[in-house]
């Protein structure tokens, strides 16, 4: 019975989720979790350039893993013949890698896996499992979308997501730095959790979202940026006209750029530390750690901000 009255909560736009068809669950890595449990695998090939939580499910399932590497053009560089119980799990890198998402698909066809975690506007294609990270996108504490059609059958518990909102709030009121110690906290809360269903709190959240202007904004940034950035970034992707990315990537042989943006309050995240730990010293993986600067163009971004990383850079 839902209570009448009494103290007002937090108002969100009541819309819809942008995948409406998904399972609503609490992280990514639960929903790779749930596809190897469901599915019954018993091997994975993963890419040497993914995040350290993407072993977490792996371990904890018992299912052995293999890395491949991938190219420029960050893609698989072998073909790989899959027996039976094994999947292969490729990332939509940046969101900019739906085109090469489809060719898997026909090669792999259900053994394929699509990490869509920086490709939250990627449609999921027929048959593929597929899950997504909505808060690589979006202010959220937690959450993800998993689209499959092999279900496992336990009855699941439902989240909880007041105590990870610090990060986000401090944000409004104090600032992006006072918060980001939170923020990597709430990184941390997430290791280890159970599979359960979205939190009503995240749920509400992701129905309040306004996607078509974040997807024009940073559609519209993207292709800014690589106007500018075209000539000297020695990684090159076309904008597919479906394609949203998360980031603008900048593949540079100049690092000491990432803290001049740091220093000009411009953040520049690394994907990923772990990997100089995985794969061979002088890989293109290595490379893209180091190198590469994640230029922010989210929808929060403007023509200003845009033009204000430019001469940085430049400088």
């Not at 019954?40 to 350290?52: F, Q, R």
């Not at 027929?126 to 808060?135: L, N, Q």
Request: with cysteine.
């Amino acid at each position: 019975m839902n209570p009448i009255g009494g103290y007002l909560e937090l108002e969100l736009r009541r819309g819809e989720h942008y995948h409406k068809g998904a399972l609503r669950l609490n992280t990514a890595r639960n929903c790779f979790e749930y596809i190897l449990l469901a599915k019954k695998y018993s091997k994975v090939y993963i890419p040497y350039y993914t995040c350290e939580v993407m072993l977490e499910p792996l371990l904890k399932c018992h299912v052995d893993y293999e890395f491949y590497a991938i190219n420029k053009r960050l893609e698989p560089e072998v073909t790989i013949d899959l027996k039976p119980h094994e999947a292969f799990l490729y990332t939509n890198y940046f969101g900019l890698k739906q085109k090469c998402v489809e060719r898997l698909a026909d090669v792999y066809q259900t053994q394929l896996i699509v990490d869509n975690a920086q490709a939250f506007y990627a449609p999921a294609l027929t048959g593929i499992d597929t899950f997504y990270s909505p808060r690589k996108f979006f202010g959220l504490p937690d959450g993800a979308y998993l689209y499959t059609d092999t279900f496992w059958d336990v009855e699941l518990e439902t989240d909880t997501s007041y105590n990870r909102m610090l990060h986000l709030l401090k944000r409004w009121d104090i600032g992006a730095e006072a918060g980001y110690d939170d923020f990597k906290a709430n990184d941390a809360a997430l290791t280890d959790n159970p599979i359960k269903i979205m939190s009503k709190l995240t749920d509400a959240m992701l129905a309040s979202i306004d996607y078509e202007t974040a997807r024009e904004t940073r559609r519209k940034n993207y292709v800014y940026l690589h106007d500018f950035f075209k000539n000297s970034n020695l990684l090159d992707f076309e904008l597919h006209e479906n394609d949203v990315p998360m980031i603008y990537p900048l593949l540079s042989k100049r690092n000491y750029l990432r803290q001049q943006l740091i220093r000009n309050k411009i953040f520049v995240a690394i994907y990923w530390h772990n990997v100089l730990d995985w794969a061979p010293s002088n890989s293109l993986e290595c490379e893209l750690v180091t190198e590469m600067l994640a230029l922010p163009i989210d929808q929060r971004i403007g023509k200003e901000d845009l033009k204000r990383i430019i001469k940085i850079i430049g400088e």
